[in-house]
């Protein structure tokens, strides 16, 4: 069974750092983008930042300078690491990829279970 699993969602207070991790698992061809969502209660799911396979990054105006996504090809993993954390970060956080894990060149998009991310004092 092909799976995301995420990690590293907590409590933290404002201007603190927390590390998101998700790994991929199960039989996997390839792994294309990967990426981090946020979700805010009552607000639709909104990217954060993603980074391609060949380690290209992007992100979401208003964590440029603040977050950092970095991803490990061989351990298929995911990494956001989070800094200066305002109170408008709080959300469910959600790893997205793009694998192939049925044919070797067609890719679908699997999404992990969330890690609830609460910034307050």
């Known amino acids: 069974q092909v799976q995301l699993v995420e990690s590293g969602g907590g409590l933290v207070q404002p201007g603190g750092s927390l590390r998101l991790s998700c790994a991929a698992s199960?039989?996997?061809?390839?792994?294309?983008?990967m990426r981090w969502y946020r979700q805010a209660p009552g607000k639709q799911r909104d990217l954060v930042a993603a980074?391609?396979?060949?380690?290209?990054?992007n992100y979401v105006d208003s964590v440029k300078g603040r977050f950092t996504i970095s991803r490990d090809n061989a351990q298929n993993t995911v990494t956001l690491q989070m800094n200066s954390l305002k109170p408008e970060d709080t959300a469910v956080y959600y790893c997205?990829?793009?694998?192939?894990?049925?044919?070797?060149?067609?890719?679908?998009?699997?999404w992990g279970q969330g890690t609830q991310v609460t910034v307050s004092s």
């Open positions: 997205n990829a793009e694998m192939s894990t049925v044919l070797p060149n067609i890719r679908n998009s699997y």
């Open positions: 980074v391609t396979t060949g380690g290209s990054t």
């Open positions: 199960g039989r996997i061809f390839s792994i294309g983008a």
